[in-house]
């Protein structure tokens, strides 16, 4: 199907593990997103990519790392988990905002982490 | 650093009221969203907001920007009970091409009560 895809939907996990979180959209947008949601602090952002093996940190980068080696991917590695990592975790994407007639985000179903 | 500050953070409202949430954010942005989350599901985008003076609607749901005072205001009229659910404002503080990723505020959660 066309969109945004992430998985898997459901993750638990151990503390010290590395855990990747998949990203996936067809619609061959420039800008993909993380971000990640936690109770009381709305959604904050993590990584962004403005194209293929172009990455930059968000406001919350420690402990996560990103790669882009294809314009359809966007993987986030947890290299060592930490219980205060369990969240949920939005992945993003859109065109390149200036050039293109919309400048929507959109946003995928989410994966649902727990470290314990 | 950009800040995004929503109120308010609960509403219960009855069904048929008007009522207005409100966004204000620290920084000079030309672009505000709003989004709608739903329990348990992702974000659907609701309005983007890109200039000075922008009006959007959307049944009974009208957004508009205020880049000057830096707010912007979700307007529910009439409400009913399937707009429960939590509204985000968001704000990309890059101005022009490109972007940063989006600055959120905290969500506001709305209850309609029959």
């Known amino acids: 199907d066309a969109g945004i895809t992430q998985s898997p939907r459901y993750k638990i996990t151990e503390t010290g593990r590395q855990v990747t979180l998949m990203c996936h959209q067809t619609?061959?947008?420039?800008?993909m997103f993380w971000y990640r949601q936690d109770l009381g602090h709305g959604l904050r952002l993590i990584y962004y990519?403005?194209?293929?093996?172009?990455?930059d940190k968000g406001e919350v980068p420690d402990g996560y790392v990103v790669s882009r080696s294809k314009t359809e991917n966007f993987p986030l590695t947890l290299e060592s988990a930490t219980r205060s990592q369990t969240s949920v975790y939005f992945c993003?994407?859109?065109?390149?905002?200036?050039?293109?007639?919309?400048?929507?985000?959109?946003f995928g179903p989410g994966t649902r982490l727990t470290v314990t | 650093e950009l800040k995004v500050e929503q109120n308010p953070l609960f509403l219960s409202m009855q069904e048929g009221k008007n009522y207005t949430i409100y966004c204000n954010y620290s920084t000079t942005s030309d672009r505000l969203y709003w989004y709608r989350q739903d329990p348990g599901k992702s974000l659907e985008s609701l309005f983007v907001?890109?200039?000075?003076?922008a009006v959007k609607q959307e049944g009974r749901l009208m957004a508009s920007l205020d880049t000057k005072a830096r707010l912007s205001t979700l307007h529910i009229t009439a409400a009913v009970h399937d707009l429960s659910a939590t509204y985000f404002c968001?704000?990309?503080?890059?101005?022009?091409?490109?972007?940063?990723?989006?600055?959120f505020g905290k969500g506001t959660h709305l209850i309609i009560q029959p």
């Open positions: 990519s403005a194209a293929a093996d172009i990455t």
């Open positions: 619609w061959s947008h420039s800008y």
């Open positions: 968001a704000v990309d503080k890059r101005r022009g091409g490109g972007a940063d990723g989006l600055t």
């Open positions: 993003a994407s859109s065109e390149f905002p200036g050039t293109a007639v919309s400048y929507e985000q959109y």
């Open positions: 907001l890109l200039s000075n003076g």
